[in-house]
């Protein structure tokens, strides 16, 4: 053999993978936003591991665009009208990806899991006198105090997620996670062929039961045109991109804003904003550790706090993708309110910040402000903190750091100087934030709050006015009330409303914008 | 030689058993906690006090490490607190994809750097030394990252030649394996080459001005012979030193490679798990590096012998 004919040979066999690219049309390769570690969206919160998990589980009920929840896995269901009693009934025909038959025996193991771990689950068990099952298709509620909103809280998007598992799995304790990916939903998990951090693989559950309507978010019916969706799970972003760009992926949940002029760019590549309920950035205090344990210190911060510094910071200039929002809860929502955000608005008053800090004693005080540094939007965050809070006074030691410390300091509650804190920061996605349920972070319950331990008792009366509100006039009071007392009580200091892109190859059909990736009716020609 | 070989792998249990309880201890006093990775940002402290009790995290250090260890001389490496998988599945499945790269990288980084350094020296002065000297120096200096993107953004996106990311099997063709791991191993291999290539040249020209190799030019032996089998030949010790150390260094680039190029290997798992605080499957993939780094150590120690006679053990 010749040289010659060696390279020709070798260059051959080198382009073959060029050839493969072409085939596929029935397999989705999808970035998603973060590794998916693991895959139980009940014992954990990680919007990943909800997103993996409603392809592979059903919900009783689902949401659709408008957040109204309508019937999924349930054909319908009754309720007194003082709603104390829910009877549910289960579709027919309705299989596990084992073969075995979704009964009310699954389903109602399947609860008791979930409400030992949401939010609105505790408050349903709560309430709970029974939760029974009539016959293998229809399971009751019995409810010693009226529970108006049980539907949204079955179909609810937010993790923990109501999700339906076969008896054998949903027995797990609550707070373990689960060994088996079995569900009843359109896609099955390859278990064999996961490979944590690098890949995870799904494939089409053929006799899974689609719903006669059009599917929407997580209602109606779920039509998979995919026989496979991979997640590719790159480590680095620009090879995501550079992936993208290339063809060997087809659609990426959230390229970094840094990226998205390059993906512009490209005429093979569409981009569009992702989640239109987007994300509420979060400046978090510590509320029982010296400063911030005076209100008036929680105050001058937001005397002080520019959301438009902070949205420029995590997103850029693109005004596309943010705007200054004076509440705790996601703009544009039904129950939206902005009372009691007037200390957001208008100029920034720095010396109206330090007037009250010396007012208070604290002109000078130290914080400790800890600062995932691997996570680009918490990083962005901290920075522009540390030189608000430098501007107002304080004596500012930031401790950078990474999110899995971010992780574990926030829970202590010793003071800063023996490895507790003053402020971290995060974010909510506003699909948690369009009411007070799914809210944790809104949540001002003192020692059983979420981390930073808020402390009112009229953010907590408003929490109750809206879970017994009969009608949205009610939940709009109800929300306008926590909303004013949760300015006043500084539980935290709202950054900012921001959205994320996601951008696909145009080859690629039927992307819809939702606080999730919705694989039904997704289409690739 | 078989019983010193023996002998030295004995001496790799202490070895080992060192390094675990210096891998335990040093991620018990890390700050971190998998409870709340697992838990996610919306759980509730009271939520991850749970998860971790549920873990066995609030046990003492020592009943995890005796338990822990018991297990691994039980050939048991544990079960990921996060995709309750056994750890021994995850390095398998995983290890692949870094032999293949460190396979390649040593292939190619031999193959490129010894031949350059050989040339360097015998052309020692002229423009062609001074040109592998300056290749050298880039080499060094440029991050391995940064060839990385350099040679992605030039040869996969801009002419297509190869894939930006990804693996493909060996089990799959050496065609589309190559053509995965190419850009890969010349990115990790850049800095090796010219560790290599300089280290060559260096022993080379101590070697070329040894009376035996004057008396072989006197003898009119031909330069291909001087070069290669009188010179290289005793040179071969330092190289194949740098050799065997080199391979540490590849492990510590291929962690970087792995990500740039989104290759699914031992590297990627292990920076994963640093990330989430997965710590069985830290402690088994270091234990098993560190196995490796002293099998490599002990192959370059009888290697030795080949290279040079008058080494006995």
Redesign the interface.
Known sequence: MKRRDMMLG?G???A???V?RAQGSRVLKFVPQA?L???DAV?????V?RNAALMVWDTLYGVNAKLEPQPQMCEGHEVTPDFKTWTFKLRPGLVFHDGGKVTTRDVIASLERWMV?DTMGQMIKGRLDALEAIDDRTFRFRLNKPFSKMLFALGKN??PVALIMPERIAKT?P?????EYVGSGPMRFNAAE??????AIFEKFADYSVRPEAGEWLSGGKRMYFDRIEW?????A???G??L??G?VDWWETPLPDLVPLLKRNRNISVDISDPLGNIGSLRFNHLQPPFNDVRARRAVMMALSQTDYMQAVVGDNPDLWRESASFFTPGTAAYSDAGGEVLKGKRDYEGAKKLLAEAGLLGAKVTLIVAM?VAITKAEGEVTADLLKKIGFDVDFVA?????V?????KKDPPGQGGWNIFH?WHAGA?CINPA?Y??LDAGGD????GWPKSEAVQQGILQWYDAPDLAAEKAAMAAINKASFDNVTYGPTGFFQMYQAWRTNISGVVKAPFPVFWGVQKT | MFAYAVRRIIATIPVMGIVALFVFSLLYIA????A????????????????R??LGLDRPFLVRFLEWLWNVLNGDMGV?I????PVRH?IA??IEPTLSLMVLTLTFAISFAVPMGVVAAWKQGAWIDRLVMVVAVMGFSVPVFVVG?IL??TF??QL???????Y?PLSQ????W???L?LPAIALGSAFIALLARITRATMLEVLSQDYVRTAKAKGVDQKSILFVHGLKNAAVPIVTIIGLGFAGLIGGAVVTE????I?GVG??V??AI????YPVIQGVVLMFSFVYVIVNLCVDLLYTVFDPRIRY
């Open positions: 070798s051959a066999m080198l073959m993978p060029a493969a590794n570690s693991s895959m014992a954990g919160t990680q919007y591991v771990r937010n993790a304790d707070f373990k996670l689960i060994g996961w490979v944590p951090g690098s890949k590719h799970i790159p480590s680095d620009a090879t995501a550079a992936a760009q290339n060997e691997d750091t990474d999110w899995g410390t992780g574990a300091r926030r829970a995060t948690d799914p944790t972070a059983k709050a979420w981390f | 700050p971190g906690d998998p709340a990775i697992i838990a996610g940002d919306q759980a509730t402290p009271a939520d991850v006090e749970r998860i009790a549920s990921s996060f995709t309750n998988l995850m499945q995983r993107y992605a953004y996969a996106l297509d030649w190869f894939p930006v990311q990804g493909t063709g050496i065609g589309p190559i053509n995965n190419a990500s740039v190029f989104a699914p990627r798992l920076v994963d990330l989430r605080r997965d």
